[in-house]
């Protein structure tokens, strides 16, 4: 059965440091999603991207947050200057329609040091 | 912002008694979806269920049920006969339509003592 994969799935960085978190959605999905979930506490959602383009985002997701699909099966959240509270899990998940269930990958655990 | 709400933080039980988590929802929408996850210490998110705002049928899938009430705004899990290894932190999440994304209640974490 297809599964959402994401890679590292530990990630240990600089206060300060660019890191770029990739996921590789199910094959024939169209809707992307990046949730986190600080240790201990609920998940929360990032971003959706459909179409090569933001659908919605939430409060978290401020400037130093993109998303890029560089090619035909990643998708990427990349965070532009770390900072200590950006540790936390990080998940991927995928749709092919908007209202399908998501199905997450196994997450990436970013720490920053 | 249309919160769930998950009022139990933790719950103990021992093994073979049957427990049930709550869930309570807030939502503007007309359509909506409501969902179940699992994470056990391992950190995956593991689905396991799903409704539709428009289908009230409550439904048993072996050891685990579910009660949806409109009426009151909840969605409710229960493990019978519970085991060890349902042991994990279990999320509700609400969505509405659109591309928007999973509004997570804060999770109740279930510990199964042998």
């Known amino acids: 059965e297809p599964e959402v994969t994401q890679t590292p799935s530990h990630q240990v960085t600089q206060m300060g440091q660019e890191v770029i978190l990739r996921c590789v959605p199910i094959?024939?999905?169209?809707?992307f999603y990046w949730y986190r979930q600080i240790l201990g506490q609920k998940v929360e959602f990032l971003v959706s991207f459909y179409n090569n383009e933001i659908s919605e985002k939430s409060e978290i997701f401020d400037d130093q947050f993109s998303v890029e699909r560089p090619d035909g099966s990643n998708f990427t959240l990349k965070i532009r200057s770390t900072k200590l509270e950006d540790s936390a899990m990080y998940f991927c998940?995928?749709?092919?329609?908007?209202?399908?269930?998501?199905?997450f990958g196994p997450g990436t655990r970013l720490t920053v040091l | 912002a249309q919160k769930v709400t998950q009022a139990q933080t933790e719950i103990s039980v021992v093994e073979k008694e049957d427990v049930t988590l709550d869930c309570v929802y807030e939502?503007?929408?007309?359509?909506?979806?409501l969902f179940w996850y699992k994470q056990p210490p391992s950190g995956e998110l593991v689905f396991l269920i799903r409704?539709?705002?428009?289908?009230?049928q409550n439904e048993i899938s072996g050891r685990y049920s579910w009660n949806f009430q409109k009426s009151t705004s909840s969605f409710n899990f229960t493990i019978t006969a519970s085991q060890v290894v349902d042991s994990a932190v279990y999320f509700c999440a609400r969505k509405g339509g659109g591309a928007d994304g999973l509004t997570f209640g804060k999770g109740t974490h279930l510990i199964i003592q042998p």
């Open positions: 998940a995928s749709t092919r329609g908007s209202a399908d269930t998501q199905y």
């Open positions: 409704r539709n705002s428009f289908d009230e």
């Open positions: 094959s024939n999905h169209l809707y």
């Open positions: 939502t503007r929408d007309t359509t909506y979806y």
